[in-house]
């Protein structure tokens, strides 16, 4: 008569399913004894332990949920949205992860968890490996300006995707660019922003943003489509936007990733 099933939470019942009480809290003190990650995918009795594997790894109860361990410690994986290098120090990097936060290195050996949420697209200052910028879903976007010993959030762009694309400017470090249903611009490190765009909204979510490096004035904004349609262009000198169409052979935008180049 003892059944478990798993969601966000692990939930348990005692009577063949009839009833059901939360066994497990995804929101507890990673030292309590009932604290499993949360999205649990597949739940095995194995004689008289029940093991969880979720989005933190794998855990285990040797007394029906009475409590619950954490046995993946030496797992080394992740699904990972994001990637930012330091421009001077190979060894510091930055990732955003799925359901595991935005995590950091300083050594390239010894990673830490940041910030929490789950962790999207990321990146160092190319001027100042102080400055970290990392997200989270629906384009809530966070800065520290103390190496990763704290971040702030400091906007959420408006309609932004579950992966919002945001980058630094190649050329004017202060400068920050993000995608919503339009694209916004900060140039002052992501404390104020302005919209720079006007899209119908018939255009859709951007998927995808990025700045030609040999001339910061043209700027790619990405949404995906079904119709042989890829993005606008626009001159930041002012002009507008302008739909450009691509081949029909290109593979259609889903997921914005962004990687700064070391040196």
Known sequence: ???????????????????????????????????????????????ANVYAACDGGVFKTTN???????????ISNAQMYGLGLSATNATTIISGHQDNGTNLTT?????????????????IDRSNNNNLFSSIYYGSLY?????GSSFS??????????????????????????GGTNVVKSINSGTAWTTISSFAAAVGTL??????????QVIV????????????????????????KVDSQMPRPKVAARILPVG
């Not at 099933?5 to 004894?33: E, P, Q, R, Y």
């Not at 800065?143 to 190496?147: F, V």
């Not at 959030?153 to 993000?178: E, F, K, N, R």
Request: glycine share 12%.
């Open 1 to 47: 008569n003892s059944l478990f099933t798993g969601g966000v939470n692990i939930w348990k019942s005692i009577n063949g399913g009839a009833a059901w009480t939360k066994n497990t809290a995804w929101d507890a003190l990673h030292t309590a004894t009932n604290y499993v990650h949360a999205d649990n995918h597949d739940l095995i009795y194995a004689g």
């Open 64 to 74: 029906e949920g009475t409590s619950w361990t954490d046995i993946s410690t030496n």
């Open 107 to 123: 050594n390239g050996t010894i990673w830490a968890e940041v910030n929490g949420g789950d962790g999207m697209l990321c990146f």
């Open 143 to 147: 800065r520290s300006t103390n190496g």
């Open 153 to 178: 959030s400091i906007y959420t762009v408006p309609s932004g995707g579950w992966v919002t694309p945001w980058l630094q400017d190649p050329v004017t470090a202060t400068t920050l660019y993000a």
């Open 207 to 216: 998927v995808a943003l990025d700045l030609a490096k040999t001339n910061n």
């Open 221 to 244: 904004a990405g949404v995906a489509k079904t119709a042989p349609f890829a993005g606008e262009v626009i001159d930041t000198e002012g002009a507008a936007f302008e739909p450009f």
